[in-house]
């Protein structure tokens, strides 16, 4: 019996001290590695974050500017002792009030960002599910409006919108910043639904639904991240155009806030009000910088969805 009982107890302590050495002397090699990469990790990002900081640092510079200018002191304006937001006083009281042309922008900007919405919507979906003669020699037109110079277009479409009774107004000049926002709108949104899968849309069309039905409950979730891109892009154009409502609008009530912030400049003996002019600055890019800061994301996401096709 001792024999027996002594024989299979002798190779357990073996084995059972044998084992764990082997992950403590992994443990110490990974601790001793450690460092090195982190190391070497950081040595070869810092390149990187310093161009990309010194990117960023050139983008924002000019806003920063901007913002501390408004509200700092200015020879010749409101502001002209100590920091406060006199130029912003200024500014409100101009003309036809800050509050009028921020309602003639936002109205222009929303009717751009809606017909171009819909109309790439449904023009991008037509692009890249359906098959019909000339499909590509049309969508090869519509890209081709991109070549055309911008200014070339306005007095036809003055003339145009004269005789259709739009001419000085907000709805038309939204019509004309929708026509230069469609030709990349439409491209973006094909190659959006062209990264799609198609199975999504034929198992929704054998549950029973229609072409626009699928567009609707599955189509449209799927290329979000497009319609924001395209949304984002065209709120950008409207809320910053200067030529089109130079040209197209002549009622100074109607002046959208780009044009209403350059005539701040045309002042009496030719002295300018600098730091109004600053603080009409801050106001036309904080929403820029608002929408973008949110909308980022999706941003991205859109623009990386045609890449990610196949």
Same mark, same amino acid.
């Given at each position: #019996? ?6 299979? $107890?002798?190779?357990?302590?073996? +084995? ?5 050495? !082997? &992950?403590?002397?992994?443990? %110490? ?14 040595? @070869? ?6 161009? =990309?900081?010194? @990117? ?13 200018? $408004? ?31 921020? /309602? ?7 009717? =751009?960002v809606l017909f171009t919405l819909v109309t790439s919507l449904l023009g991008g ?31 036809? /479409? ?12 907000? /709805? ?10 469609? &030709? *990349?709108?439409?491209?973006? #949104?094909?190659?959006?639904?062209? +990264? ?20 609707? %409950? ?14 984002? *892009? !065209? ?16 009622? +100074?009530?109607?002046?959208? /806030? ?5 005539? #701040? ?46």
């Amino acid at each position: #019996m001792p024999t027996t009982t002594e024989t299979p $107890s002798a190779p357990v302590p073996s +084995s059972a001290t044998a084992a764990p050495p !082997a &992950p403590a002397r992994r443990r %110490r090699r990974v601790g001793r590695a450690a460092p090195t990469t982190t190391l070497g990790g950081l040595a @070869l990002r810092t390149p990187y974050y310093v161009f =990309t900081g010194g @990117l960023a640092l050139i983008f924002l510079f000019p806003l920063i500017w901007a913002g501390v200018a $408004s509200v700092s002191p200015q020879a010749g304006s409101a502001q002209t002792d100590g920091w406060g937001f006199g130029n912003y006083v200024t500014l409100a009281g101009y003309q036809a009030g800050i509050g009028q042309y921020l /309602l003639n922008s936002v109205v222009v900007s929303g009717l =751009t960002v809606l017909f171009t919405l819909v109309t790439s919507l449904l023009g991008g979906y037509a692009f890249a599910r359906f098959a019909f003669p000339g499909k590509n020699i049309l969508f090869m037109l519509t890209l081709g409006i991109l070549m055309v110079p911008y200014a070339t277009l306005l007095i036809p /479409l003055y003339v145009l919108l004269n005789a259709l009774h739009l001419q000085n107004s907000l /709805l038309g000049l939204a019509l004309v910043l929708t026509m230069f926002q469609l &030709p *990349f709108a439409t491209f973006m #949104m094909r190659i959006s639904f062209e +990264s799609v899968p198609t199975e999504m849309e034929e198992a929704a069309l054998v549950d029973g639904c229609t072409s626009f039905g699928a567009l609707r %409950r599955v189509l449209l979730p799927a290329v979000k991240p497009g319609l924001i891109t395209v949304g984002l *892009f !065209a709120f950008l154009a409207a809320w910053n155009d200067f030529i089109a409502p130079l040209i197209l609008i002549s009622d +100074s009530s109607k002046l959208p /806030l780009p044009l209403a912030v350059a005539n #701040m400049r045309q002042q009496i003996m030719g002295i300018v009000d600098y730091g109004a002019t600053e603080a009409g600055v801050v106001v036309l890019a904080l929403p820029c910088v608002v929408l973008f800061l949110l909308l980022q994301r999706h941003y991205v996401q859109g623009f990386m969805s045609g890449a990610l096709k196949g």
